[in-house]
């Protein structure tokens, strides 16, 4: 197939149902992966599945809560006895927070923590031990560049996001022996269906306008486009990007080095 080939590979991709996760899922499976989408949303689940399959490619949805252990050790259990090892894991299943820690409860930390910290850990506690049974894999986890740099009102999300940071450093050290690699993708705003229905809800009759607004927050002038995220992913979980292990790749139109 060329290069970035994941042909017979399989891939678990995180809350593959929509937005960023979908355009991974389609990606990864155009360049030969067979995908296991684990989401919540069984609807959206069966469209990205619906998408793959009529393309002739192979895909499967999991109803999965990321933040529930036993349930994700189930699937991943299968997944891998089903499919000869799992050979790259996508963490990518993550909700958002507005608010500064003055409007932040603890029910609010809570509920983030479980779905992008606890799930994030979940996940890659499943899996490596079947990447180290296959002496390789790839890990990709799906930060923020609310992780490094300081955003008005995000809290808790950045709090997350840090975390997801640090785990990628951690596990990258700890299992490099083992052949597997670890990475993580820090986007800023990226256009979604989330971004649509964040400015709808809090906005109003000014969509349009805050859209443009939010578009210039970053300096290349427009929101992010999933596929763009994809394609990065797809590098690094490819045999092309072999040597690169422990790293954060931001992508986020100059944002962090280019703002102020």
């Given at each position: 197939m060329g290069k970035?080939?994941?042909?017979?590979?399989t891939a678990v991709v995180?809350?593959?149902?929509?937005?960023?996760?979908?355009?991974?899922?389609?990606t990864f499976a155009a360049m030969g992966a067979f995908i296991h989408i684990l989401d919540m949303n069984e609807v959206e689940g069966a469209k990205t599945v619906n998408a793959i399959t009529?393309?002739?490619?192979?895909?499967?949805?999991?109803?999965?809560?990321?933040?529930?252990?036993?349930?994700?050790?189930?699937i991943l259990e299968k997944v891998n006895a089903s499919n000869n090892?799992?050979?790259?894991?996508?963490?990518?299943?993550?909700?958002?927070?507005?608010g500064n820690v003055e409007g932040t409860t603890e029910a609010d930390m809570e509920r983030l923590y479980n779905v992008n910290v606890k799930g994030v850990f979940n996940c890659i506690k499943g899996v490596i031990p079947f990447?180290?049974?296959?002496?390789?894999?790839?890990?990709?986890?799906?930060a923020s560049i609310a992780a490094t740099v300081g955003i008005s009102d995000r809290f808790a999300y950045s709090m997350t996001k840090g975390a997801v940071l640090t785990m990628t450093y951690s596990i990258a050290k700890d299992y490099l022996e083992h052949?597997?690699?670890?990475?993580?993708?820090?986007?800023?705003?990226?256009?979604?269906?989330?971004?649509?229905?964040?400015?709808?809800?809090?906005?109003?009759?000014?969509e349009k306008e805050m859209f443009e607004t939010l578009s210039k927050t970053q300096p290349i002038g427009r929101?992010?486009?999933?596929?763009e995220i994809a394609n990065l992913a797809l590098y690094l979980c490819s045999d092309e990007a072999a040597f690169v292990t422990g790293t954060d790749f931001p992508i986020d139109g100059g944002f962090i080095k280019l703002n102020g």
């Open positions: 970035f080939s994941l042909e017979n590979k995180t809350g593959g149902g929509s937005g960023i996760g979908r355009s991974i899922c389609e009529q393309k002739s490619q192979i895909a499967h949805f999991h109803k999965c809560d990321v933040s529930d252990g036993k349930e994700v050790s189930a090892g799992i050979d790259i894991l996508i963490n990518n299943a993550g909700i958002g927070f507005v990447m180290k049974a296959k002496q390789g894999g790839v890990i990709l986890n799906m052949n597997i690699r670890c990475n993580s993708i820090s986007p800023a705003r990226v256009h979604t269906t989330f971004v649509d229905g964040f400015i709808a809800k809090n906005y109003p009759g000014r929101m992010g486009k999933p596929e």
